[in-house]
């Protein structure tokens, strides 16, 4: 059974940092390009971050350009994305996937003060 | 960016009539090397995740029931719903994945009457 599950969400400060990891099991990890997409409490889907699937390629989002850095370990069938300088604007439900079919569950990251 | 315009933004139908939603995208997203085009559409039911319904225009996804239907060209795509069930209460997004940053309509939601 194919399977993304995401962990590492949390509240943290405005301008902190939080490391999010998906652990996949079910399918060659390793044959994949995998990508981060978050929803906004009430809102939409955004599209954040993509690897491919031997992490030579990596691509943003404007938004979190600069602050947010996808990665993977194909050893260990897992995808992260490290998020520096958080803003409020950041909080969302952080979805793995590997589009188009397979979504994790989420994990909600919170920025307040 | 490719800019998603979906229509309408909400939708109320009674169950057992048809249901439509258009989404037009701000550039063409036929990929003239492989022949396909790379629109796909989500169901977004509460408190779960995205689930995929259509992809490349006008596959559905496995386990998808054959009411829902995918088509267009050019910019303008519309997902069809030749009769519609209470289980298909939610909100529907469409994408583009032809060009990174890959972009989501801001998503349609469906009540029943």
């Known amino acids: 059974q194919m399977q993304l599950v995401e962990s590492g969400g949390g509240v943290v400060q405005p301008g902190r940092s939080l490391r999010l990891s998906c652990a996949v099991s079910?399918?060659?990890?390793?044959?994949?390009?995998m990508h981060w997409v978050r929803q906004a409490p009430g809102l939409g889907l955004e599209w954040v971050a993509a690897?491919?699937?031997?992490?030579?390629?990596?691509y943003y989002s404007d938004s979190v350009k600069g602050r947010f850095t996808i990665s993977r370990d194909n050893s260990k069938n897992t995808l992260y994305l490290q998020m520096n300088s958080l803003r409020s604007d950041d909080t969302a439900l952080y979805y793995c996937?590997?589009?188009?079919?397979?979504w994790g569950q989420g994990t909600l990251a919170t920025v307040s003060s | 960016d490719i800019v998603m315009t979906q229509t309408p933004l909400s939708l109320s139908v009674t169950p057992g009539e048809p249901a439509s939603i258009s989404c037009r995208s701000s550039?063409?997203?036929?990929?003239?090397?492989?022949?396909?085009?790379?629109l796909d559409w989500y169901l977004q039911k509460p408190g779960q995740s995205p689930r995929l319904l259509i992809y490349?225009?006008?596959h559905r996804a496995s386990g998808v029931p054959d009411r829902f239907s995918g088509g267009g060209s050019g910019t303008d795509f519309k997902l069809t719903i030749s009769r519609v069930e209470t289980e298909d209460v939610g909100v529907y997004y469409c994408?583009?994945?032809?060009?990174?940053?890959?972009?989501f309509g801001q998503g349609t939601k469906l009540e029943i009457k």
């Open positions: 994408m583009q994945r032809i060009d990174l940053p890959y972009t």
């Open positions: 079910g399918f060659t990890f390793s044959n994949y390009a």
């Open positions: 690897i491919s699937h031997d992490a030579k390629k990596k």
């Open positions: 996937v590997r589009i188009p079919s397979l």
């Open positions: 490349t225009l006008s």
């Open positions: 550039q063409r997203l036929l990929d003239s090397d492989d022949g396909n085009t790379y």
